[in-house]
């Protein structure tokens, strides 16, 4: 029989899946575990949108079988299959090596598992097996198809006979070498164990033939082995768990397994909601921002169940884009299952979940900062600027939802302040809440302009940001106190005007004389008290700051 040819780059990239992406060989369960349900999700779905199937939750189930004798571990589902095309093009192609280069770009280290969505996920078969072979019957066609590979040679596809739609993946076990155990992914214990860890909360009954020690019907003292098919994993949903029976690290682990990030989540919110419309929802606040966070690629949403069925992966309605870095899944007893994602979006239902959800996460993320500030230090230096986005973006429209959760640099306090905290402080006569744009702390603390400011005794906030100056525009103000840059030309202190005039006046020569030398440079020449030990200094006149014609400026036509 021809054997096809994995390409070049896929040898690599199945040799790096094999040997370094994965920090522990037993989540291989997890991957063919997961694969397994996702297929009987996709039935599912298919049942509910066309007639002619139907779904008994009984029948849908997955099976692991261990055989020491043959050295085999099953994973069986009756799942939606896989056609000769799938076979050949889902288990044929690795991922492209762009994801692969993700790992080295990002510097993760070690403990991260970046596997499933890139595509590489059923690889991991190939840690623990010489070989793998797939039987496969798919919904939509008569003839079962039987794909092997023994690894980086290549895999066949042959027709073979299989009555019931399904998949049926079989691992030939490795041998034990000096310094590897591979025995132990056939004890019925270890499996178990492993399935407990990762995939307690999927949704279908694994099953496994389980062998136990029983007393033999009619004596006292003797026992023999009975094997019995037993449904190892819980299957009750995480969060429809109470948040009581819960631990931090429950939701950790729920974070990983849904791969919502290869980080730690900074914090959670397990929502179970029994209002006008009912609903489960986890969501996370995650620590960093995805390596794409701040680029088109990134999608916002979340994973959307009615009634614990996955109906969309990432459903952006949830979710405003400043809070597109959350991340997490909100499951609903109200939501109807076939509907559509043009529908979804009218849906009153989930109008009412977002707005709520929206509250929750601001909520959340105030009370992070009122008792974490440190927690929230770091969430905002990964996330801040899509907050100060969010203020810009829609004219100030979210002003309420945000404006207290931004933290500027402060020229007194030397950290990060809000705008609460700098209008509690500012001293009766001070007018305007002052700050500095420019490069770097370092950069706005050397600028003249800040000297007379700070002389007075008033703090300063740095934009060292682009976007600051631009979102403060569209705040306007907070608490009724208006932005004002120190290099703008009314600084609002009084003595400044008066004394000012004067001079001006007085060498009315040598200013007419400067405008004219430098007419084509600046517009005005006056004099200024707000300079100490510098001579000169820009000011902008009008609405734009210098910080932002640069910004402008540079804009791509
Ligand atoms: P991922 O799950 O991230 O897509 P995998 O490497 O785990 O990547 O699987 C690749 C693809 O192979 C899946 O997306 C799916 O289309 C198909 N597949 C794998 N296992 C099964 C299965 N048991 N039943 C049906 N399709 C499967
Ligand atoms: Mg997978």
Known sequence: ?????????????????????????????????????????????????????????????????????????????????????????????????????????????????????????FYAAFMVADKVTVISKALDSDQAYVWESAGADGFTIEPTDKKDVGTEIILSVKENTEDENYDEYLEEYRIKQIVKKYSDFIRYPIKMDVTESKLKEGTEDEYEDVIEEQTINSMVPIWKKNKSELTDEDYENFYTEKRYGFDKPLKHIHLNIDGTVRYHAILYIPENAPFNYYSKEYEKGLELYSNGVLIMEKCADLLPDYFSFVKGMVDSEDLSLNISREMLQHDRQLKVIAKNINKKIKNQLLSILRDEREKYEKFYESFGQQLKFGVYSDYGMNKDVLQDLLLFYSSKEKKLVTLKEYVSRMPEDQKYIYYATGDSIERIEKLPQTEMVAEKGYEILYFTDEIDEFAIKMLMNYDEKEFRSVSSGDLGMEEDNKETKELEEENKDLFDAMKEILSDKVKEVKASKRLKSHPVCLTAQGDISIEMEKVINAMPD
């Open 1 to 121: 029989m021809a054997k096809q040819e994995f390409k070049a780059e896929s040898k690599k990239l199945l040799d790096m899946v094999i040997n370094s992406i994965y920090s522990k060989r037993e989540v291989f369960l997890r991957e063919l575990i997961s694969n397994a349900s996702d297929a009987i999700d996709k039935i599912y779905y298919r049942a509910l949108t066309d007639d002619n199937i139907t779904f008994n939750q009984s029948d849908y189930y997955i099976k692991i079988d261990v055989n020491k004798d043959n050295r085999t571990l099953k994973v069986i589902d009756t799942g939606i299959g896989m056609t000769k095309e799938d076979l050949e093009s889902n288990l044929g192609t690795i991922a492209r090596s762009g994801s692969f280069d993700f790992k080295n770009e990002n510097e993760l280290k070690d403990g991260y598992d970046i596997i499933g969505q890139f595509g590489v996920g």
